[in-house]
């Protein structure tokens, strides 16, 4: 009877119930409601769901990302191995690698006007730099937690792992990838108080037509002119062309098909499942965890407003040829900005078609976006 009383005890101990805190439950009632939001109510599911699994996940058992030196048996948890694929900048460029595959620049390429709109959007990220050495951060901590209000999740991997703050890249990247798929909740009241029912009924002029050629030189020629300006931006913006590169020059098309559907979608469950189990209750539940959430949220929100005043502006100048709605696509979420900036003029005036008008602010912001991060690299000497 003893023994059977110490293995149902040993059963019953081993159990996660015995080893959860507080903290624990709590993030995992936090991963559930991102799990609901995903599923019911469809924000970017393919973003959310990997995410909230890996939070829940790591909430119940740890050592599913328990470093080799932290493990019994000396080797590392599954969800480990993945999380250093985002430390050494790997999945980020491959996500980047699928994006310009799967995108078409033909927009951008045919109102480069749309690089300014991409650029106004950037001020969010320089306006939560400052913010975030009021609230104490160092200068690369700072610079980490403010590419957040670009809404770009693998640059912020990206830039916190090149800029050393590792310890930060949990929050900030879970704090990035929630704001990307929220995109549809927090832009629309930005959007709607900073411009007139008048001003969103703008219906504008279809973009020209844009050659094979031009499609082809683009990605070629803002490689060289970014990469020798910023060298750091490489692997970032390198991939980004090189994917649009592939899917524009109609001899690969294979490669094409292989980077924006498969490998995309692998690195994506890579990515969103090691960047979920970064979240554990220790690491996520403190002040500064809460710091960068707030200030990634006021530096999306300052670029959505700087977008959408810089497209007003267009809008004067051009005598109203311009649809104010498309500058807040500037930010880095592609294509669900595009997309929210359709919605909002759509709600005005159902004939209104703004998305492809959009489509060239939001490429511009990704780019934008890799630029401020490599500027941040550029400063600290990385």
């Avoid at 119940?60 to 019994?72: G, L, Q, R, T, V």
């Avoid at 990605?219 to 931006?233: D, G, N, Q, R, S």
Wanted: aromatic residues 8%; contains cysteine; proline residues 5%.
């Amino acid at each position: 009877m003893s023994y059977i009383a110490q293995t149902l005890g040993n059963l019953i101990h081993q159990t996660a119930f015995f080893n959860l805190t507080v903290g624990n439950f709590v993030m995992i009632a936090v991963a559930c409601v991102f799990l609901y939001l995903a599923i019911a109510k469809g924000f970017e599911p393919l973003l959310l769901v990997p995410i909230a699994f890996g939070m829940l996940l790591v909430n119940i058992y740890p050592d599913i990302i328990a470093a080799p030196a932290e493990s019994s048996n000396g080797t590392g948890g599954l969800l480990y191995y993945f999380y250093q694929l985002d430390e050494w900048s790997i999945l980020p460029s491959l996500i980047f690698l699928g994006v310009g595959a799967m995108t078409d620049f033909s927009p951008l390429i045919a109102n480069p006007i749309c690089f300014v709109m991409g650029a106004a959007a950037q001020f969010g990220i320089y306006g939560a730099y400052l913010m975030a050495i009021a609230l104490g951060f160092n200068n690369e901590s700072a610079a980490a937690i403010a590419i957040i209000g670009g809404a770009d999740g693998p640059t912020s991997i990206f830039l916190a792992s090149k800029l050393g703050q590792t310890a930060l890249m949990g929050p900030i990247a879970v704090a990035a990838y929630s704001y990307m798929s929220l995109v549809p909740i927090i832009q629309p009241p930005i959007m709607k108080a900073l411009t007139t029912k008048e001003e969103r009924k703008i219906h504008m002029e279809n973009l020209r037509p844009v050659s094979k050629l031009e499609r082809i030189l683009f990605p070629i020629i803002v490689t060289i002119v970014v990469c020798l300006l910023l060298p750091t931006t490489a692997p970032l913006v390198g991939m980004l062309m090189l994917g649009n590169l592939f899917r524009e020059c109609g001899v690969v098309r294979q490669l094409t098909e292989t980077a924006s559907n498969a490998l995309m979608y692998i690195v994506v469950i890579l990515l969103g499942t090691s960047v979920g189990a970064s979240t554990s209750a220790e690491a996520f539940l403190n002040w500064s965890t809460i710091k960068i959430v707030v200030l990634g949220l006021v530096a999306f929100a300052v670029a959505t407003a700087a977008g959408t005043l810089f497209g007003k502006l267009l809008c004067k100048l051009t005598r109203g040829k311009i649809n104010p709605l498309i500058g807040a696509a500037g930010v880095s979420a592609v294509p669900m900005s595009a997309r929210v900036a359709q919605k909002v003029g759509a709600e005005a005036d159902p004939t209104n078609f703004l998305l492809m008008h959009a489509m060239g602010p939001n490429v511009a912001g990704v780019i934008g976006t890799a630029v401020a991060a490599g500027v941040f690299m550029a400063i600290f000497g990385v």
